[in-house]
């Protein structure tokens, strides 16, 4: 290990959840080998299974994706420990995702099975305050037993300080909000993007020019193209998420840091898809086998890409070709319990 290596921290499912997860590893990351050195649990809590970063301050956020959801923060020191310096309660049952606003101020959080979105002001030390809002979506799709109800799943704030982003995959929706900072409240902004009846939209990726997102199906196994304009999304085209037989439940979604291709997890098939983007549709140019059937999220950090497979125990590391863009495992799964959040 060098003096250059990273700390990443890892989220999974704990015994409340029924997982096998003590809490928030961490590990020291090689940027030149990819390679990963376990440093332990870090944080006991119950159920982080998302993890973000503060942008400008060394302060972790997890979800506790419990049936009264929390979420915790935490000051990160330069080994990796994690200090905690707050806990709040989100509103919700099962937050499974949350994001900071770009300036930092605010901390934005999904109640999967709340299917409700929560704001928390956040001091200049990074802690969360009292809640200041939680906004509930109402409805259901159109599979019986997946959208019952709404269930938000990821909460996207625009980079460029454009509306905040809401995936609900419970109501076949993707709401837009503005955020009045003064209030720490959201505003509603129409029109809201509803999807085709059943896809059961996930988690979503915005491309670097602010222009273009993708937004993945967990019910339906899609890909779709949107622009992003002003007035809303607008769907351009819709592929398969897998070129793969079986059963396929989209997980998370990323583009390259050079916006050439865009990366799919695959669960049940076990893979991560590879689209190139240069076409008006995202082309299919590789399907990588993960090792393990349920690559529940991944991230792409430097040259490497690091795939959490929840229930295979492990993450595995492989080496993006920085051409074709397609990943080559390196070396052997590192061995971590349950994990559901891989957090450079």
Do not use: K
């Not at 419990?66 to 989100?90: C, M, N």
């Not at 076990?270 to 299919?284: D, H, I, K, R, S």
């Amino acid at each position: 290990m060098t003096g250059q290596d990273a700390i990443v921290h890892i989220g999974g499912y704990t015994a409340d959840t029924g997982g096998r997860a003590e809490g928030i590893v961490a590990a020291r990351r090689d940027p030149a080998t990819g390679e990963l050195t376990l440093l332990g649990t870090v944080a006991v809590t119950p159920a982080p299974s998302f993890l973000v970063r503060h942008p400008a301050l060394p302060v972790l956020y997890a979800v506790n994706e419990l049936a009264e959801g929390q979420v915790s923060a935490f000051r990160v020191d330069p080994g990796g420990d994690l200090d905690p310096i707050g806990v709040r309660p989100t509103g919700g049952a099962e937050p499974c995702h949350l994001a900071v606003a770009q300036d930092g101020r605010h901390l934005f959080v999904a109640n999967y099975g709340g299917g409700s979105v929560a704001v928390f002001p956040l001091d200049p030390d990074g802690v969360p305050g009292d809640r200041s809002d939680l906004v509930r979506h109402e409805g259901h799709g159109a599979d019986p037993e997946r959208q019952e109800q709404a269930h938000c799943h990821m909460v996207s704030p625009d980079p460029a300080g454009g509306p905040l982003l809401a995936v609900d995959l419970g109501t076949d929706s993707v709401y837009r909000y503005d955020l009045d900072v003064a209030s720490g409240r959201l505003v509603p902004r129409a029109p809201r993007l509803r999807t085709p009846a059943g896809a059961g939209p996930r988690h979503l990726a915005r491309h670097p020019d602010g222009r273009r997102c993708w937004l993945v199906g967990e019910l339906d196994a899609t890909v779709t193209a949107y622009d992003v304009t002003p007035d809303g999304l607008h769907q351009r085209v819709r592929v398969d998420a897998s070129g793969r037989a079986g059963h396929v439940q989209p997980s998370e979604v990323a583009i390259g840091p050079d916006g050439r291709f865009l990366y799919v997890g695959n669960r049940g098939v076990g893979t991560v898809a590879v689209f190139a983007l240069a076409g008006e549709a995202p082309e299919l140019v590789a399907e990588v086998d993960t090792g393990g059937g349920w690559p529940r999220h991944f991230a792409l950090t430097g040259e490497h890409l690091y795939v959490a497979d929840e229930r295979a125990d492990m993450i595995r590391i492989f080496r993006v070709d920085p051409v074709t863009g397609v990943p080559e495992p390196v070396g052997e799964p590192v061995p971590v319990a349950s994990p559901t959040c891989f957090r450079p």
